[in-house]
């Protein structure tokens, strides 16, 4: 989790601690492929059953997602 993105201003705030997959990550040699900021946007969307990269393709969580799957595919590419 990368922190708390506020729906009325926009202002990220990090709710839990962060840096914990990073680290995880490097101390099991693997790669890390990103973060996902918490938005309500998301269980929004996963409650209409849209996934939040069609529903609100703009949103940081959306971004976050997309960037996720480009490095899952450049790594499969890879191998």
Avoid at 10 to 34: C, H, P, V
Wanted: hydrophobic content about 35%; charged content about 30%.
């Amino acid at each position: 989790m990368s922190g708390f993105i506020c729906p009325h201003c926009g202002e990220r705030t990090d709710i839990f601690k962060s840096g914990g997959g990073e680290a995880a990550a490097k101390e099991l040699n693997m790669q890390f492929l990103g973060k996902v900021p918490i938005e309500p946007g998301v269980g929004i969307s996963g409650d209409k059953g849209m996934p939040i990269v069609i529903d609100d393709p703009d949103s940081e969580s959306a971004k976050a997602f997309e960037r996720i799957a480009d490095r899952v595919i450049k790594t499969v590419e890879m191998k």
